[in-house]
């Protein structure tokens, strides 16, 4: 409430102010009561106890794994969607964002339905290779994946078309194949995007947990990740629950801060 | 420099130009014309950045860039685009790089290249400097220098003073005359600036709402504005000749007299008509003159006159010109 509102257009309405209220208490209350409720002088033990470890461990690997899946399959995916004119762009844009707003849970039945045992690509691939993926780490990077790869091709597709095709089209003219053109001249000057889509996709897999445990399963040392490991124990162990979610709620945290820096005031001008 | 050969095109982009374009190597072509008339269209197409429509062809030196197509990679074309646009991230002298780097060059050599052509254009100071840290004037040199640093057998400038300072655009006016006058290939020098088109151009081709309006040496098109636009843009009146259709009339405004009683002597070509307009002109005051022609007839007086003459907007009065004063020619060129 600036000065200006309240003495020139009169006072706020409680009928406003009111509802405000709750809503700030409703959103704020419950992290003030994490934090107090986190066991701080047993912090440290709880932390290093070997499933909390073996949770930091598979959640910091699987994270790490997704974003770099998300920069390596993600990036050339925003490029053609931004760069390159085909019938069904729109089709195929639309199609590669439903993982967005889809149901987590949703999500790891679809990855079951598709890579599952007996799934449309999985039964296959154990016939040709006897590789089964669910119930691995690498079914938790492909369910992480699946779900975080949308927000990175969202960002990074928005800064390509920010940068624009001019450089693009002088850099041909100078004699640069499109490919020298991506590596020298695009990418430098869509990197913000590049680095907000990587912060928002790891926030993503971060917390990921519906997709993981339907498709990818609960089981520690493998494919237990930190919000698994708090669903699990948060019964029996609710000092170690509130350990891990205090982690990942400061991680939370410092991605809020990374992307008001990086995206939210600077990345428009970038 | 590489030695190119004399540009051949056809350009029919539906909706946006029809024109034909013929220059030898070592011409500078002036394309001047108001905004939207094609002009930047011309030089994607040229460039290849645009498909020449149609019934549209390129060619330089004999050889098709359109039939069968060529990338704009491999057309040798150095292409100073409206606002520069230097890459950001890269330093002046990576940006005047790039293009021998593109081409295959090695890094050190690249680098060399890069400094000696900006030197040659004046900024060999800056060449660390991003084009962020760059006036207006510098980074246009830069880019100038980023365009001719490959050897483009066709080089296209378009509006490279525009946004300029008037002194930074009058010595980048100067060099770039120096530049263009060394250069053996075809050079295509987009303007809006009389000044710009008859002093750098070889030839001057003027474009209208997406036609060739005219064409022909500086000097030829100045004497004879075939338009309105033109004839603005020289300073000249033009009108219709009353007594020859298909004909024109041209005479300079400093020749137009004003006067408030019908003047006398039969051989002057008169108009009766009220004042439109009255803007300052040099030392003078320029006055249009709205008569039963479509355009006003402008005329320069001195400011002496403008208070003898008590002149004002709606005032009553006769322009007329003596006919020795006076230019006719057809009004097209085969006409």
């Known amino acids: 409430?600036?000065?200006?509102?309240?003495?020139?257009?009169?006072?706020?309405?409680?009928?406003?102010?009111?509802?405000?209220?709750?809503?700030?208490?409703?959103?704020?209350?419950?992290?003030?009561?994490?934090?107090?409720?986190?066991?701080?002088?047993?912090?440290?033990?709880?932390?290093?106890?070997?499933?909390?470890?073996?949770?930091?461990?598979?959640?910091?690997?699987?994270?790490?794994?997704?974003?770099?899946t998300c920069l390596v399959l993600g990036t050339p995916l925003a490029w053609v969607l931004a760069r390159v004119d085909f019938r069904g762009r729109g089709l195929l844009r639309a199609l590669v964002t439903v993982p967005l707003v889809l149901p987590p849970v949703v999500a790891g039945v679809a990855l079951v339905s598709a890579l599952g045992r007996s799934g449309l690509v999985g039964e296959p691939l154990r016939d040709a290779t006897g590789i089964t993926l669910p119930f691995t780490m690498t079914a938790v990077v492909i369910a992480h994946t699946f779900?975080?790869?949308?927000?990175?091709?969202?960002?990074?597709?928005?800064?390509?078309?920010?940068?624009?095709?001019?450089?693009?089209?002088?850099?041909?003219?100078?004699?640069?194949?499109?490919?020298?053109?991506?590596?020298?001249?695009?990418?430098?000057l869509a990197l913000p995007g590049v680095v907000a889509g990587s912060v928002l996709a790891w926030a993503r897999s971060l917390g990921e947990f519906g997709a993981t445990v339907t498709f990818a399963g609960n089981y520690p040392g493998a494919t237990q990740t930190m919000p698994s490991r708090i669903y699990t124990v948060l019964v029996n162990d609710p000092e170690g629950a509130r350990t891990l979610s205090m982690i990942l709620l400061l991680s939370s945290v410092l991605v809020l801060a990374a992307l008001r820096n990086r995206w939210l005031t600077t990345g428009a001008s970038a | 420099m590489s030695a190119g050969g004399g540009l051949d095109a056809r350009v029919e982009v539906p909706g946006r130009l029809?024109?034909?374009?013929?220059?030898?190597?070592?011409?500078?072509?002036?394309?001047?014309?108001?905004?939207?008339?094609?002009?930047?269209?011309?030089?994607?197409?040229?460039?290849?950045?645009?498909?020449?429509?149609?019934?549209?062809?390129?060619?330089?030196?004999?050889?098709?860039?359109?039939?069968?197509?060529?990338?704009p990679r491999d057309r040798r074309v150095g292409y100073v685009v409206q606002g520069q646009a230097l890459f950001p991230h890269l330093s002046a002298r990576e940006n005047v790089a790039f293009g021998l780097r593109a081409r295959g060059l090695g890094r050190a050599a690249a680098r060399e290249r890069a400094d000696a052509e900006l030197e040659r254009l004046g900024v060999g100071a800056f060449g660390d400097r991003r084009p962020g840290q760059l006036s207006g004037g510098q980074a246009q040199r830069v880019a100038v220098a980023r365009a001719l640093a490959t050897d483009p057998d066709l080089l296209l400038l378009d509006e490279p003073f525009a946004g300029l300072d008037v002194g930074v655009a009058a010595s980048l006016r100067v060099e770039l005359a120096r530049h263009l006058a060394s250069y053996d290939g075809v050079a295509l020098l987009v303007t809006h600036d009389a000044v710009d088109a008859l002093t750098l151009g070889t030839r001057v081709l003027v474009l209208e709402d997406g036609r060739v309006a005219q064409t022909g040496t500086p000097a030829d098109v100045a004497a004879h504005p075939r338009t309105d636009h033109v004839a603005r843009l020289v300073g000249l009146n033009v009108l219709r000749a009353p007594d020859a259709p298909g004909r024109l009339t041209a005479f300079r405004p400093s020749a137009v007299t004003l006067s408030v009683a019908e003047p006398t002597g039969s051989a002057r070509l008169r108009w009766s008509g009220s004042v439109e307009q009255l803007t300052p002109y040099g030392d003078g005051v320029r006055v249009a003159v709205r008569t039963t022609h479509e355009r006003p007839v402008l005329a320069d007086v001195t400011a002496a006159a403008v208070a003898e003459l008590a002149l004002h907007p709606g005032l009553r009065v006769w322009a007329s010109v003596k006919e020795t004063a006076v230019t006719r020619y057809p009004a097209t060129a085969d006409g």
């Not at chain 1, 706020?12 to 009111?18: E, S, Y």
């Open chain 1, 1 to 68: 409430m600036t000065g200006r509102t309240t003495s020139t257009l009169g006072r706020p309405p409680a009928v406003l102010v009111v509802p405000a209220a709750l809503a700030s208490v409703f959103l704020v209350l419950p992290l003030v009561a994490l934090v107090l409720a986190t066991p701080w002088s047993t912090f440290l033990d709880n932390l290093t106890s070997p499933e909390v470890l073996d949770a930091l461990r598979i959640t910091a690997l699987t994270s790490g794994l997704t974003v770099v």
């Open chain 1, 147 to 188: 779900v975080a790869m949308p927000f990175y091709v969202i960002s990074v597709e928005g800064a390509l078309r920010t940068a624009g095709e001019q450089y693009d089209e002088v850099a041909s003219c100078l004699g640069a194949t499109r490919w020298t053109t991506f590596r020298r001249v695009t990418l430098p």
């Open chain 2, 18 to 71: 029809a024109a034909d374009l013929r220059a030898d190597a070592g011409d500078v072509v002036a394309v001047v014309g108001p905004n939207g008339a094609g002009k930047t269209t011309l030089l994607r197409v040229l460039a290849g950045l645009l498909d020449p429509g149609p019934g549209g062809h390129v060619s330089l030196g004999g050889r098709s860039w359109t039939d069968p197509p060529v990338l």
